[in-house]
């Protein structure tokens, strides 16, 4: 097993140990020298640039949010006084509607009961006019059947003859 050890990973090999830990001491340090005086600095402003950013978002994010509720509740309130008006305008139309129907209707009564008046007035002399003719009329017409009936009864007589 040493003979792969060595042959085949020579990093576990003992002998190669100390000058393993001389390189890792010496480039380790100069490593994360390097990596924390370039990259850290920024990355760490990277990362605080995005938090700023982040925080300012969110603060402008309330706003929205406040400023839509406020809008969103005054556009409600638009709208309540805007059905409430036309409530009350579709109330006053149908009630002056109502009024001019029955204003018209009552007119309407109103001759029609004056022309029923001035038809029953009518009527009533007519009917008098012809109680006053109806006996010159009865007398006339009783004669003329009378006529009619001697003439025929002389044509009949004469027939017989």
């Known amino acids: 097993m040493i003979w792969f050890l060595e042959n085949f990973m020579p990093q576990l090999d003992i002998s190669s140990f100390s000058l393993q830990l001389f390189w890792l001491a010496t480039i380790f340090p100069l490593l994360y020298l390097f990596i924390a005086k370039f990259f850290l600095p920024t990355i760490s402003e990277v990362v ?5 950013r982040v925080k300012i978002d969110l603060v402008e994010a309330e706003k929205m949010i406040t400023n839509h509720k406020a809008l969103k509740s005054e556009i409600a309130v638009t709208l ?3 059905r409430t008006k036309a409530l009350n305008l579709k109330a006053d139309v149908v009630l002056e509607a109502k009024k ?3 204003k018209e209707i009552k007119e309407f009564e109103t001759a029609l009961a004056e022309k029923t008046a001035e038809d029953l007035n009518k009527l009533e002399v007519i009917k ?4 006053s003719e ?3 009329v009865v007398k006339d017409l009783s004669e003329e059947i009378f ?3 001697l003439d025929e009864f002389h044509n009949s007589s004469q ?3």
């Open 128 to 131: 008098l006019q012809l109680k």
């Open 134 to 136: 109806l006996p010159s």
């Open 80 to 82: 309540s006084e805007a």
């Open 159 to 161: 027939k017989v003859n």
């Open 48 to 52: 605080k640039n995005r938090a700023l």
């Open 147 to 149: 006529k009619t009936v």
């Open 100 to 102: 001019a129907s029955d």
